[in-house]
């Protein structure tokens, strides 16, 4: 039976790729639509981050189909932030050895799309999702001028945050829909090599330049350039309605991030030429329709400050396929406890995401905040397996679920609280006793 089954994958992004590549090899029939042209083939023109952070949830999923290591040869090492303030300081992430990846967006997403294709899965570009009937599982596509009505086994709409599978279920009775943006947009920009071929900064770190309200970021690339992104509100006294001409654009950087604004020669033009993005949260209940299913961005897009959406993706992925091998390919089994089960953990992550904007671009460079980490990573150090860092949950410990690193990192928020209460800390932390502490979180 599941040889004969034909699947439907709406988007041939990261997410639906790599569901493409883990469906055909269980023997099904996949068929992946995607509405704009196809990458390998055309420029693709967008507002969306050239560069992501590739973690441990992502690595797994991608050694799972036998692609971690292939993508990792691509990947450049980022082993902390190199914060940009009044001095340069290193945060590592975690223990040494532990470090997240910066990957190109295209470059991972034509290695997915390939072995898709390699695996059996067809792509069929420039189709548009014009609607989906649930209650026969059926597809209307546009391509060109021609319309065509298909039906599936089973849709999977992994379209994104705008996701067209999930505007026709937001037309369905008792469906739950929040969407939410903040006030920050992002703009890419760049750090080119310099003229001998080398990188311009520290490589192997992800560099960030906090400045409370706003923040610059900066990504390496293998061709030893950097990819930066600026996060700053829409609208206000310092904001991109602000920044109309090429004067107030330049006098903007050299004002707030004067060690960055001599690498980038290009500054204007990149300014001017590359579009500002908006950021936006997508909460949704349910995430399937009969045998449609919502996956990735499309069921809970949420903003990059924890570097984790599209971990969170492949981790959904990887899930999905668990719960195939434990149903046995029941997908009448399968997809409403994959809803249950990765709704707490997708609300989870979008929380930390918005709660790590403002540790980026706020606490970064406050003493307390680095006190804080420093009792912590001591805390850790001595009990590596009773208090384990948040960053440390998320990142790289895949076998936590998002939840679970919510729910304990804000337990041991309140009890670092109580200990940065006492008097005179910063010079006595050493002399903290440590098993107590530990022992409140038990």
Known sequence: MKESKHIAVVGAGLVGSLLAIYLTRRGYKVSVFERRLDMR??????????????????????????LAE?????????????????????????????????V??????????????????????????????FSKTELTLQHHEAIKHKTFDVIIGADGAYSAVRLAMQLTDRFEFRQSYIEH?????????????????????????????FMLIALPNPDKSFTCTLFLPFEGPVSFEQLKTPETVRDFFQRHFPDAEPLMPALIEDFRDNPTGSLVTIHCYPWHR??????????????????????????????????????????????????????????????????????????????????????????????????????????????????YALATGMRQQAIM????????IANTWMNLDFEAIVRKLA
């Open 417 to 424: 609280d109580e200990v940065m209460r006492i008097p005179d």
């Open 185 to 213: 947009g992002y703009k890419e920009l760049r750090i080119p090599a310099s003229d001998s071929g080398n990188f311009q900064l520290e490589p192997n770190a992800l560099h960030i330049w906090p400045r409370e309200s």
């Open 104 to 133: 190109s967006r295209g470059g991972l997403n034509v290695v997915l799309m390939n072995e898709a294709e390699r695996a059996g899965a067809e792509f069929f570009f420039e189709h548009r999702c014009l609607h989906v009937d």
């Open 290 to 403: 009969n045998r449609t299913l919502l996956i990735g961005d499309a069921a809970h897009a949420i903003v990059p400050f924890y570097g984790q959406g599209m971990n969170a993706g492949f981790e959904d992925v990887r899930v999905l396929n668990e719960l195939l091998n434990k149903y046995e390919d029941n997908w009448k089994a399968v997809l409403p406890e994959f809803e249950q089960l990765r709704k707490p953990d997708a609300d989870a992550i979008a929380q930390l995401a918005l709660n790590n904007f403002v540790e980026m671009r706020d606490l970064v460079a406050d003493e307390d905040f680095l006190l804080r980490k420093k009792i912590e990573a001591r805390l850790h150090e001595l009990y590596p397996d009773k208090w384990i860092p948040l960053y440390t949950m998320v990142t790289f410990r895949d076998d936590l679920r998002y939840s």
């Open 41 to 66: 083939k055309h420029l693709i023109e967008g507002g969306r981050s050239i560069n992501l952070a590739l973690s441990n949830r992502g690595i797994r999923a991608l050694h799972e189909v036998g």
């Open 70 to 102: 292939v993508l990792k040869q691509n990947a450049i090492p980022m082993h902390g932030r190199m914060v940009h303030g009044d001095a340069i300081s290193f945060q590592p992430y975690g223990k040494e050895g532990q470090y997240i990846n910066s």
